[in-house]
Structures are given as C-alpha cells and as structure tokens.
C-alpha cells in the first residue's frame, strides 16, 4: 500500500502535466468541434452558437476536404513504402562489411532529417525549376521533356513526395541500423553454413529478425506522414489547383488563416479516427502476420 | 520540512517575479507594432517624436508580415494589445468586428495636422467601416501596369493601352512577335489582385444585400474573369510560374505585369542599366479607358484597450505630417497616402511613380466584411482552375458565389439577430 502511493507521488507531477497540457486541450478542442466559434465569437461569447455535428457534417461535403484527405493518402500510400525501402536499402548499405566511409555515409544521409525543413525546401525548388532547375537539365540530357514539377497538379505530389522521402529516410535508417545491429552474428553463420546465399540471408534471417521494428517504423511513419503540411506550406502552399493541399494544411487555413477554429477542431478530430483506425490495422495485420 | 523548504522556494519566487513587475517606468510607455520593413525603418523617426513629446517613450516591436495575422488576433484574444499598430486596410473590418479599435473620427475632427480632403479619397475610404473611421491611412499601395516600352513600340504601338480591347490588341501584337515559348503578360497565380483589380474596374459591387451574399454572377464580374481567362486561353499569359520576375521581364519573356509599388524600387535595383529606359508605368486599362484599381496599404490604428489614447493618438498624428511621410517614403520607398506629398520635388520627378499618382486617385476599396479575405482567395482558387480549363467562367461565377454564400452565413445570422433587437 505505502509503495502504491510512493509510486503515485513520482507519477503525478507528469500525470498532472500532461492533463493540464494534454487532456484538457484535446477536451475543450473536442467542444469546440461542436461549436462554431470563430472570429465573432472571439469578439463576444454571446456570438458562439452549438452546433452539434454541423461542423462535421459539413465538413464531410466540403470537396476540397475530400481532396485533401485524397491528397494526404496519396503521399502515405507512395511516401511511406517508398521512405521504408530507401532507408533500409541505405541501412542494409551502411551495415554491410564492405561499404567504406561508413561514419561519412552515415553522416550525409542522416544530414537532411536535422537540417531545416525550410532551407532544403529552398534549394529543392530550385533543383525542381521547370526551366533552369539541375533535375531537369538531368531529364533532359536522358531525352526525357521537361518536368514543370511544382505548377503542374499533376506532377506537384510527386515533387514533394520525392523531397519528403530525402528528407525523412534517414531517421528511420538509423532505427533500422539499430535493428539490423542486433540481430546475432551466429544465425548468419548459421545460414551460411546450410549453403543460404546473400539473398536467402535476407529473405529468412534479416527480413523475420527485423520485424518488430518494421511494424514501429511503419507506424511512425504512416502516423508522420499523415501530418503533412510543412512540405506544400513551404514549396506550394497547396497549390497549383489545390493538388497539394493535405488534411492538417487544410485545418491550419480554417484554423489560423479564417479563424474558424469550430470547423478546424472537427478536422483534427476526423484526421485523429482515421490515424486511429488505419494504426488499428496495421497492428492487426501485424498479429497476422505472426501466427 | 520538505513542504517548508518548497514553500519558501516558492515564496521567494513569487517575490522575485514581482519585484521585477513592479518596477516603475518613468513616464508614459506606448507600444508600437509595425510589419516587415516599416517596422525596421520607423525606429529611425520615432527620436524626433520623443524628443518634441518629453515624458512619452515609443517601444517599436516589428511583426513579420507573414505572424501578423496570426499574432494580432492572439494578442486580442490574450488580451495584450500594443497602444497602436500599424493594419493592412483590409484587415480593419475583421478588428472593428473584434472592437479592438478605437474610433478615429473625433480626434481627427481636433486634429490641425490631419486633413481628410487631402488624402485620396478611396484609401480613405478604406478605414471607413460602418460610418466611423477606424484608421488613418499610413501608405498606400495599388496596382498598376509595369511594361516594356521598347517591345511595344516594336510591335507597334506608342502609348500604353487604356483600354480593354487596345490591351489585349496589343499584347496579341506581341504575343506574335515574340513566339510560342514567350508571352505578353505576367499574372502570378498566387497573387488574387490582378483579378481583383479588374473586377472593381465594374459598376456592379462583388457582395450584394448589404454584404450578405456573393454577387459574382453579375454580368461585371463575369466580363472580369472572361478577360482574365482569355489572356490564357490565348496564350498570351505563361501558366507556369515564375522565380525571377525581373530576369524575366529583362529578357522580355513577358511584357506587361501588374503589379505594385514595391516593384518601382526592385526594378531600378534590379534591371541592368541599358534596360533602365525600356520598361514604365501605366495607369491600369479599363473596360472603356482607365479605370480602377485595388485600394491596399497600410493603416494606423489606435487600440481600443490602450490606456495611453491621447499620447497614442499623438503618435498617430506625428506620423501622418507631411513631412514624417515625405520621410518614410525616403527611407521605405512606400507611397504617401496624402496628396500633398506628391507636390514634393522626390515624387512629383520620378516619372516612375506619375502612374501612381494618376491610379491613386481611382483606387476602390474592396468589400467591408471580415470574410472578405476568405473570399478573395476562393476566388484566386476559382480562376485558377478556369485557367487550368477545369471550368467555365459561367460555372466558376456559380461556384464562386456558393462558395461566398456559405462563408458568409454567419454574418447574415448576426445580421438578423442585430435587427431583430
């Protein structure tokens, strides 16, 4: 009993914090869905009406809404596959024997995940300029036509797919390093002796020993890329057409820009259930896969 | 003992944060926000100001442009508003609504320094909401046409075009002159102000019933945007965008480009000097002769809250003498809002800013509603995708006009609620 209250004590200062911090805002935000305070009410409370589930029936027939959820699936349903291969293709590179200069590699593709996200946005449009930028000079040496990358709707997602997977991969390449550093030398040796090639070492030893933390990086990784918003708020800002316009940078303009903070809560929640369901699945497929 | 031992701690804590609090400041303090480079460049007359005003000390904060927004409504919201600030006039219906501005109108009805018939009239128009004034313009700002003289005079014309149809004849005269892989008109794709400025060139206002609904499928706003979508229909406007407006505009990928006083200064800057003679101003043509354009700039305002109105209110007036304005347009490059700035041998010689001068005088406010800004820009977003041939001009007015309905719906139910009191 005295130890169940001593464990209290050193739990509460964070409990109350993070209730202070935490629970509460998501409470009042979670009111505040159900509102439609704005910028009238902001000037007098009398102005606030209740509107129950208005803010996001509405919000379920704004097309533009729609677009962005369509537009954030897109970049998690290519960015998130695409950023687990290159950062464990750059992890299996980095922890193979006979890369050299493995500190210097390590260094320059850990380099963009600490450096700011506004600077190297700065540089990518201009390697992504339709007409002086080097990525097309590149295209275009192969024969391929010019890409206008940023102003076609077409191509603009593709573009800051690209720019978040190199920006991003090597956080999760140092995870991997982790991962694939504890896997014990013994089973490779194992392996090789019962004839498995590289490929085969792959396939039934690296690949199973890794998948723990396969499931965490993909979970961290889904639950980060769906919070997309500072990649099109820097390179596009959601344009051209609205192509790049993603959930959380449609809930920042309701939110900051039109101060229609009811409206913008309800997305936040919405973009909450559906991270919520999809980590859901992942983790059930997961289970899956085990047995 | 623990509980002593923190007690005191915390004791001592709340003395020391008081005793910081508590120290007296000689004298009236005023806080002053201002954005970007005004916000830079005002701290230089604020001496003089102190100097002729003993007593009275000015604590210049600068907001980025970009946080303005954001920071004054947090600031409103958080209760901690400078005494005055400097206000995108279009930004004055969204605070008036808030009550976070003092009225202006006695004090200026005192006041020997400020004259309302000597500023242009539509900018003053602009710190009008609801039959009070809110503000007082500080610089102005508009657009106008920036093009190449030498290109039109090669394909054939001497004067700039004044209207409509001699614009677009003669950007087609270009557009033929200089090839498939250059155009005749820059219009930025982010920027909703060129649009904006021909639609005001119309008699028929953009809201409509008092500013409850969108009025975009008027036959006006129609002809607007028919204009707007025709230049790039006809190729006559690149759809890319563009990272080096000056290279370009030297280089003669575009001809003409709208765009505002700013681009005066970046221009000379930026233009190598045999180009210096080749490019000038216009007044902006209209659909019979010059016309209209956007009434933007930058207002002082007086808080509501401020505790210090009358020294607050000196500031204001300090900086709206003539000669504080002939300054700041030295040291800034900012327009003055008054006319008799512009008798000034600085202005009245730069033949740069003599379009300027002519398009300040037919400047229109936009619309006086706090959603107005949400509405531009669905506006900007709707043309754009009539540019990308997504939509019609008939169904983009249709759209528009939803859009605008459904932002507006809260007003009109405070509307409603006011008049049934």
């Known amino acids: 009993m005295n130890s169940q209250r001593a464990a209290w004590c050193f739990v509460a200062p964070a409990l109350l914090v993070i209730s202070v911090f935490f629970f509460l805002p998501v409470l009042a935000a979670l009111i505040m869905s159900l509102t439609d305070f704005d910028i009238y009410a902001l000037a007098d409370l009398r102005n606030l009406r209740f509107v129950g589930l208005r803010n996001y029936i509405q919000l379920l027939q704004t097309p533009l809404f729609w677009q962005a959820l369509g537009n954030t699936l897109y970049f998690v349903v290519v960015g998130v596959p695409l950023s687990i291969a290159a950062s464990l293709g750059a992890a299996l590179l980095l922890h193979s024997r006979l890369t050299w200069f493995k500190g210097l590699f390590r260094t320059a593709f850990f380099a963009p995940v600490v450096t700011s996200l506004v600077a190297v946005a700065v540089i990518w449009r201009y390697l992504l300029h339709t007409r002086y930028g080097m990525i097309n000079y590149g295209l275009q040496e192969l024969g391929i036509p010019a890409i206008d990358w940023l102003n076609d709707p077409q191509w603009a997602m593709p573009a800051i797919i690209l720019f978040a997977v190199w920006k991003n991969f090597g956080y999760n390449m140092i995870i991997f390093l982790a991962g694939l550093q504890s896997i014990p030398e013994d089973l490779y040796e194992a392996a090789g002796l019962d004839g498995a090639g590289t490929w085969q070492q792959f396939r039934f030893v690296t690949w199973p020993m890794l998948g723990p933390t396969l499931l965490m990086v993909s979970i961290l990784s889904m639950t980060g890329y769906f919070q997309l918003f500072a990649e099109p708020y820097v390179m596009t800002q959601g344009g051209p057409v609205q192509s790049t316009v993603s959930v959380l940078y449609f809930m920042y303009e309701q939110g900051f820009k039109w101060w229609n903070l009811g409206a913008a809560s309800a997305v936040a929640f919405v973009l909450f259930a559906i991270m919520f369901g999809v980590t859901l699945l992942q983790l059930r497929f997961a289970k899956g896969g085990e047995v | ?421």
């Not at chain 2, 005793?19 to 303090?29: L, N």
């Not at chain 2, 919201?77 to 206000?87: N, T």
């Not at chain 2, 200064?265 to 080749?278: N, V």
Request: proline share 6%; charged share 20%; hydrophobic share 45%.
């Open chain 2, 1 to 421: 003992m623990t509980r002593l031992v923190s007690i005191a701690l915390l004791l001592s804590l709340v003395a020391l944060l008081s005793s910081c609090s508590q120290r007296q400041e000689q004298g009236v303090v005023l806080k002053f926000w201002a954005m970007g480079r005004e916000g830079e460049v005002v701290t230089a007359l604020i001496p003089e100001f102190e100097r002729t005003h003993p007593g009275v000390r000015v604590e210049v904060q600068q907001l980025p442009w970009t946080a303005a927004h954001e920071k004054l409504l947090t600031a409103f919201a958080g209760e901690v508003m400078p005494d005055v600030f400097q206000l995108g006039n279009t930004w004055i219906p969204e605070l008036e609504v808030l009550n976070a501005l003092a009225p202006l109108d006695g004090y200026v009805a005192a006041s020997a320094v400020v004259r309302q018939d000597d500023y242009f009239p539509g900018i003053w128009d602009t710190n009008v909401v609801n039959g009070r004034l809110w503000g007082l313009p500080w610089y102005v700002d508009t657009r106008v046409m920036f093009y190449r003289q030498d290109m039109l005079k090669r394909a054939g014309f001497n004067t700039p075009p004044q209207t409509w149809a001699g614009w677009m004849k003669a950007m087609t005269a270009i557009k033929r002159m200089v090839g498939p892989d250059n155009y005749a008109i820059l219009l930025p794709s982010d920027e909703f102000e060129p649009l904006l400025a021909l639609a005001l060139q119309q008699d028929e206002p953009l809201l409509r019933n008092g500013d409850r609904y969108g009025n975009f499928r008027s036959a006006g706003f129609q002809r607007s945007l028919q204009l707007y979508a025709d230049m790039y229909a006809q190729k006559l406007a690149p759809l890319n965008r563009i990272t080096n407006v000056y290279h370009e505009f030297g280089m003669g990928y575009v001809s003409f480009y709208i765009s505002g006083p700013w681009n005066m200064g970046e221009f000379k800057r930026r233009l190598p000097a045999e180009q210096q003679d080749k490019w000038m101003t216009a007044i902006l043509p209209g659909p019979a002769g010059p016309a209209a354009s956007v009434a933007g700039g930058s207002s002082l305002v007086l808080a509501a809250s401020s505790r210090h109105k009358t020294e607050a209110w000196q500031l204001i007036e300090y900086l709206s003498r003539t000669d504080s304005m002939a300054r700041f347009n030295e040291l800034t490059g900012d327009l003055p809002p008054r006319r008799s700035n512009w008798t000034l041998p600085k202005l009245a010689q730069d033949v740069y800013a003599r379009a300027f001068a002519q398009q300040f005088e037919r400047v229109r406010p936009t619309p006086k509603v706090p959603e107005w800004e949400q509405i531009a820009t669905e506006m900007r977003l709707v043309a754009e995708r009539v540019t990308h041939g997504e939509l019609t001009v008939a169904q983009a007015a249709e759209l528009l006009d939803a859009k605008a309905d459904h932002i507006l719906e809260k007003r009109r139910w405070m509307l409603a609620r006011k008049e049934a009191r």
